[in-house]
């Protein structure tokens, strides 16, 4: 049987378990052949084992059921075995087992079979009743195990809006394992008579363990902490969950204790009622959806429309002669709920006091901020509105160059001085990584050093990149504080809303840092930490501060902002957006601005539509987010792992791994690749607990210059026009995969198809071609895998922009609107005037924004100076698309009259400061 490590996450082990077992009884029952007969029973003796181990932390089938299976089989039922197993495999990839009791005896009669298929459809399915499973925490014979669950099961009442069923586990490994494992479980039920270890620790097991902090920290503990410190430890990895603690020890005892996600504590041991009522009520708490429920509240009142609004209620559709096939195409609902009425139940964006403030507060729980405000225009729109609030004109921001547009614009909008970081490049595939810390910590000292740091305001950083890079944001975070340690902190989670529902990703959140940051910062242990570092760092020079771990003072204000394209990762209608703020200053400070920022950026229409989507995906992330990003990771683990070995693929195409995407002396872990051919998978939880940067194995990267296509043309011609499968960013020779919590394995299988289809037809084409072709062929390949034209760093703002030559910042607003007056500027042909200029030793400035897509981000921005390496980039690049560039013209650079009509000195005086 294939090892455990072959297996990215347990529930794949499980499936295929129970397919493989399901296979094996089936042999048995048909295998005449003794030796066939004894390797089937063989590979089901193996198989019990395996599940034997997974099976007691799920609720279906149950471990009685199953003992009863391991009994078929051992009695030599072997048609019995062959049914029940195939009914049990057939209810776990069904999901039926959520909708009903399956009945497993072959006597009966699965009367409901049918029905279940019919219940299928969304509206069946919208109706009912959600299922989830409670864990019970206590060491019980079967007997009591039994008295339990029935206990349980009386209290279930027909009116419940959801039902569940009890899974029991012994001690606190075992439901550290559980929570991690079975994504069916809600609330735990942590009773007194729990014990410390797992008798089933194995592998894989232990795998889980790990993640949920090493099983290190627990051994040291008195058994009546065992309770208190497990709520603490799930928090950790599952903060979402209700957890209820049953104690014996006095009020007193438990009061003063931290009990991480324990919503109530139970004096009494038997108070079932009580227990379900609370466990009903915790899970209804997640799953209200306070703005949907109001907007379709309000589309089922007859209402007359006498506002602005047409389309509502679908009005101007049902009395139009030209446009029912929109009707008909959205169907009614959509329109019902179209108003721009604030009143009547709904709620006002711009001012909320109902519903949506409440749909906020909950999406704040959820993605662990202090105050969550949603945006209906994207994440462009938030990171604007977080920049205008935050910064003042002349403030410095230091930012990423390779960061998203919106940022760029924003810096212009506020007048912001712009310090551009450069992420380190990677030539060999044509993109940027991500900022190294030293960089930043360069940055911050040169400013201390000039006396600039009361100006410094924010590090805007992009977590993840496109590419999938992930920054070490607690580390950052820390090491930047000990140096400004009032430093504001904008994190562009564009890409990352999903993370905060695996435990291995959510370390690397901006909230979830913060939140660690604030506990951490007031403990004594860190007191004394940060002294003994200040008497050793006393007289040390910025090159050891820059080698050295800092740590922040105790007093540094934890300022953090992240913004996230809900509608990118997980469930929202497209421009469905958060601003989730954990700023200790917030309310002293920034709430007012932030108001009129939100107001300059936030239509007066927002949509409805688009705030209800961002509610329910609110919902979806609290009771499902941790199942369906374990299935994207998976699905995208399975993906690199089916590319990387298959042969045929091996020849043009290639997987990049961490190792390829982050050089060594970021990846303190030792880690280059999460799967290897010999060991299996790696256990992520090391590299992404300590690393620089990480990769989200979730964005899968492919070069494929073996191809002798470039990025784009793979792109366009072959995957989309040809088999139809979309993609949305490319470089000069890789395209990127994004899987998301909607992938399914079905669509991995399909894309491995068509890159098989696709690596075959070119064997064929090769195995024909003549030794011209051959020849034209391999250059292409080697002009796309070994001609790179290497990434030029950011040159730097013209004198004209800086307020002096010690600092790097720039005042991009300046340049912006120097160029508004088009006597200012002039155009510069690369290949002629602008070559020569260059070559003539003339500084040469550039007047806009020059976006080459791919790689989509600034190489140029206004008032940057053109250096040859930038010139030789763009010359090198074969790119169809650069925005800000015009082929007839040329590049739009100032003359050197505007340049010189803005004196430094006077632009200075001119600074609001
Ligand atoms: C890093 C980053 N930030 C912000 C945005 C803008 O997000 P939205 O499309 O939601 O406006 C994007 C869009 O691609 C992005 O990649």
Aim: glycine letters at 6%.
């Amino acid at each position: 049987m294939d090892s455990v490590s072959e297996y990215y996450s347990a529930t794949q082990l499980r499936a295929e378990r129970w397919s493989e077992l399901r296979q094996a009884s089936n042999t048995l029952c048909r295998e005449t052949a003794a030796k066939k007969l004894d390797s089937a029973k063989k590979k089901v003796t193996e198989l019990f084992e395996s599940l034997a181990l997974i099976e007691p932390y799920w609720a279906f089938p149950g471990m009685a059921a199953f003992d009863h299976m391991r009994r078929q089989f051992e009695n030599g039922n072997h048609d019995d075995l062959a049914f029940t197993v195939t009914r049990v495999t057939r209810a776990l990839t069904t999901g039926a087992y959520r909708r009903r009791t399956i009945p497993l005896d072959r006597d009966s009669v699965d009367d409901e079979e049918q029905n279940d298929e019919a219940m299928q459809s969304p509206e069946a399915r919208a109706m009912m009743r959600p299922y989830f499973e409670v864990l019970i925490v206590d060491q019980v014979s079967d007997q009591q195990e039994r008295w339990l669950k029935s206990n349980v099961s009386r209290m279930r009442r027909h009116e419940d809006p959801f039902h569940y069923e009890a899974v029991v586990v012994p001690s606190l490994e075992d439901a550290l394992i559980a929570v991690l494992f079975n994504h069916n479980i809600q609330a735990i039920v942590v009773r007194p008579g729990l014990v410390l270890k797992s008798k089933n620790a194995n592998e894989i097991l232990n795998k889980y363990l790990n993640t949920a902090g090493g099983s290190n920290a627990i051994d040291v503990m008195q058994p009546e902490d065992y309770g208190p410190e497990l709520c603490r430890l799930i928090q950790r990895v599952r903060p979402e969950l209700d957890a209820y603690l049953v104690t014996e020890r006095s009020v007193e005892d438990i009061a003063g204790l931290d009990l991480g996600i324990c919503r109530r504590v139970f004096y009494n041991q038997e108070d079932f009622m009580e227990l379900h009522l609370n466990i009903l009520r915790g899970v209804a708490a997640r799953n209200k959806t306070p703005f949907f429920t109001a907007l379709v509240e309000y589309s089922k009142q007859p209402t007359g429309v006498f506002h602005a609004m047409p389309i509502s209620r679908g009005k101007s559709i049902t009395r139009s002669h030209w446009i029912q096939d929109m009707g008909a195409f959205y169907g009614p609902n959509i329109f019902l709920a179209e108003t721009s009425a604030t009143s009547g139940g709904l709620d006002s964006l711009l001012d909320p006091h109902g519903p949506i403030k409440e749909a906020q507060e909950l999406a704040s729980r959820a993605f662990g901020s202090k105050q969550t405000f949603f945006a209906t225009n994207g994440t462009s729109t938030c990171n604007k509105i977080v920049v205008q609030a935050l910064v003042r004109p002349g403030d410095i921001v230091l930012v990423d160059r390779d960061c998203h547009k919106s940022h760029h614009y924003g810096m212009v909008l506020a007048g912001a001085e712009v310090v551009y970081l450069d992420s380190y490049p990677l030539n060999e595939y044509s993109m940027y990584g991500a900022v190294p810390l030293k960089e930043i910590k360069h940055a911050l000292l040169k400013l201390k050093a000039a006396g600039k740091l009361d100006r410094v305001r924010m590090l805007l950083l992009t977590n993840c990149t496109f590419d999938g890079l992930v920054y070490n944001v607690d580390r950052v975070m820390e090491e930047c504080l000990a140096i400004k340690p009032d430093l504001v902190f904008l994190w562009d989670e564009a890409w990352f809303a999903f993370a905060r529902f695996s435990p291995t990703y959510r370390q690397r959140t901006g909230m979830r840092t913060a939140n660690n940051l604030r506990k951490r910062l007031r403990t004594d242990a860190h007191k004394a930490a940060y002294d003994a570092q200040q008497k050793e760092l006393a007289d040390a020079d910025d090159e050891t501060r820059i080698n050295t771990r800092l740590i922040a003072p105790p007093e540094a204000r934890v300022r953090v902002y992240a913004t996230q394209s809900t509608h990118k990762t997980l469930t929202s209608l497209r421009q469905g957006s958060m601003i989730h703020v954990n700023d200790q200053d917030f309310k002293g400070e920034v709430e007012q601005s932030f108001h009129e920022a939100y107001m300059t950026h936030t239509s007066t229409s927002p949509n409805y539509q688009i705030i209800a989507s961002l509610d329910v995906g609110r919902r979806q992330v609290e009771l499902e987010g941790f199942e369906f990003v374990q299935r994207q990771i998976e699905a995208a683990m399975s993906m690199r792992r089916a590319i990387s070995t298959h042969p045929t693929l091996q020849k043009y195409f290639r997987i990049l791994t961490a190792g390829d995407m982050i050089p060594e002396e970021y990846r303190q872990s030792g880690v280059s690749s999460y799967y290897d051919d010999e060991q299996g998978w790696t256990d992520m939880w090391d590299c992404w607990e300590q690393d620089d940067f990480v990769l989200d194995p979730s964005r899968v990267t492919l070069a494929v210059g073996g191809t002798g296509w470039d990025g784009d043309t793979f792109k366009t011609q072959i995957l989309m026009d040809k088999y139809g499968i979309q993609i949305n960013k490319t470089s000069r020779n890789t395209v990127l995969f994004m899987t998301n919590i909607g992938t399914t394995r079905s669509s991995v299988a399909y894309l491995i198809e068509v890159l098989v289809e696709i690596a075959n037809e070119l064997d064929e084409l090769l195995d024909d071609a003549s030794k011209m072709e051959r020849r034209a062929f391999d250059k292409r390949v080697q002009n796309l895998t070994e001609n790179y034209p290497p990434l030029p760093d950011f040159s730097r703002f013209h004198d004209a922009f800086r307020p002096d030559d010690v600092t790097p910042e720039g005042d991009i607003r300046t340049a912006y609107y120097l160029s508004y007056e088009e006597t200012n500027c002039d155009y510069m042909e690369l290949d002629g005037s602008l070559k020569d200029a260059l070559e003539a030793g003339q500084e040469v400035v550039s007047a806009g924004f020059i976006i080459p897509y791919p790689p989509g981000f600034p190489i140029l921005v206004p008032g940057q100076v053109i250096s040859s390496e930038i010139l030789a980039f763009m010359r090198a690049l074969d790119v169809n698309e650069i925005h800000g560039y015009r082929a007839d013209l040329g590049l739009r650079v100032f003359t050197p009259e505007a340049l010189a009509s803005l004196p430094p000195a006077k632009k200075l005086k001119l600074r609001a400061k």
